[in-house]
């Protein structure tokens, strides 16, 4: 067995365990990233596009904003349509000056893998077996094999940034942990493309026939979204579908000019809320979405894990500065908080623009008023300024609390 030691050890390199190292890093609090697949797997997948301003400055404060900067858009507004009616929310205005930023997460992991190698930071890809041990205690540690080799990692403590499938939560014993869930009946159909935009904001659309997003990730890519059964495969929908029925949800002086080309990634997403409560045991932290998911929505999956990673960061700048390490038990209740706010918006904005009649057919007069009672509730919001700026304070992100 190969033993080292860190300060921090993380699980997960996706954004929420790069951008913790990196912060953490810049403090001189030694990490090492653990990673079950490699670099490339990672930046393969292709997932959120809409940075709060709260997760753009914790870029700034790691020191990798120089291509976010020069490359994201910011966003001073997003519509919303209801067949063919749009209504523009002016963020900007509503919020008293808030904007949010376009900018792949695909871009800012490659942003943040680049920044840890070129500051000689350990990240092992390709770690298998991952398990973490006696975190409860005062001496935790993760041990993993690489390359047929078995290492042991000491650390004082772990950050489990390992995604909703990861083995962080799971280590939390069952009878100390509680989780949340709503599993929705109905999935997102994902299209890329090299292709301009059809609008400069986005366009989160909610038709008869169910809900279309209209992304962006430049001005020479687009991000397309339709709402689709959760027994649709990939493989039913071959571009010229995909283009053809997003034409007929999208409102119609926007389809009229919609520029189609191939796909060059095409992928189906289950909706999903969850929470675990609470996130830290002993010496253990949940980060992002090892701790709770919330539907894509709101836009909101990424920049909890942000919020996540501040609140973290503050209080392992406080154990290691200070000598404090009683605080460490405020990360739980601080961080949910603002997931629960979080998750109650993607439910929300969830509820108002799917269409759920498939599944609430079967509920009879009761599912149909549902219908009713969602869409007049979309409607009484976007043709009224209180209700606007309700959505408007909530897309741009609330603030992060700080450590008493
Ligand atoms: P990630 O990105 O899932 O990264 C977790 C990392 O941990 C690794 N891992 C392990 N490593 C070692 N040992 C193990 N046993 C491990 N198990 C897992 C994984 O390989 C991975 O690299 O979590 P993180 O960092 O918390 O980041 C969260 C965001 O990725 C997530 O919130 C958003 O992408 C959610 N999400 C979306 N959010 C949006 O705001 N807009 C979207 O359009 C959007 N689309 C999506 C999404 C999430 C998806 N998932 C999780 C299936 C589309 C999809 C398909
Ligand atoms: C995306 O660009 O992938 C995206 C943007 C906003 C969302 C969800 C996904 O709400």
């Not at 921090?8 to 951008?19: D, N, T």
């Not at 063919?84 to 900018?103: E, F, P, Q, S």
């Not at 253990?284 to 709101?298: Q, R």
């Amino acid at each position: 067995m190969n033993t080292t030691r860190t300060q921090v050890a993380i699980i997960g390199a996706g954004p929420s365990g790069l951008l913790l190292g990196q912060l953490l890093a810049k403090q001189g609090i030694d990490n090492v990233i653990l990673e079950r697949v490699t670099g490339d797997y990672i930046l393969g997948r292709i997932r959120a596009g809409i940075l709060e301003q709260g997760f753009v400055d914790l870029v700034h404060e790691a020191g990798v904003g120089e291509r976010m900067d020069r490359e994201g858009h910011v966003h001073e507004g997003v519509e919303l349509s209801i067949n063919d009616a749009r209504y523009r929310i002016d963020l900007k205005k509503l919020t008293g000056g808030d904007t949010v930023m376009c900018y792949g997460q695909t871009e800012i992991t490659a942003d943040m893998m680049e920044a840890r190698q070129a500051a000689g930071l350990t990240t092992v890809y390709e770690a298998s077996d991952v398990t973490l041990h006696d975190v409860d205690s005062e001496a935790p540690y993760v041990t993993y094999s690489k390359d047929g080799v078995e290492h042991r990692l000491d650390c004082e403590y772990i950050a489990g940034c390992d995604g909703f499938h990861g083995v962080s939560r799971k280590t939390i014993p069952e009878d100390k942990r509680t989780e949340f869930e709503r599993v929705y009946p109905f999935g997102w159909l994902g299209l890329l493309s090299d292709t301009p935009p059809c609008n400069e904001e986005l366009i989160y659309a909610k038709t008869d026939r169910g809900f279309a997003l209209a992304s962006q990730r430049s001005e020479t890519r687009s991000r397309y979204y339709l709402q689709v059964p959760l027994t649709d495969k990939v493989e039913d929908w071959s571009d010229e579908r995909f283009w053809d029925e997003l034409k007929k949800r999208l409102p119609e002086n926007v389809s009229r000019d919609l520029v189609t080309g191939p796909s060059i990634e095409k992928s189906i997403a289950p909706l999903r809320s969850f929470v675990c409560e609470p996130m830290q045991y002993g010496k253990l932290f949940l980060v992002g979405d090892a701790a709770h998911i919330v539907p894509p929505t709101g836009a909101k999956g990424l920049n909890l894990a942000a919020s996540d990673v501040a609140t973290l960061y503050k209080i392992m700048k406080r154990v290691y500065k200070e000598k404090d390490t009683d605080c460490i038990h405020q990360y739980s209740e601080i961080c949910l908080r603002r997931v629960w706010n979080g998750e109650r918006f993607s439910w929300w904005m969830s509820n108002m623009l799917h269409n759920y009649d498939a599944e609430l057919q079967a509920n009879g007069v009761e599912g149909q008023t549902f219908s009713r009672f969602m869409e007049s509730e979309l409607k009484y919001y976007l043709n009224s300024e209180a209700g606007q700026r309700v959505i408007a304070e909530q897309y741009v992100g609330l603030p992060y609390e700080d450590l008493r």
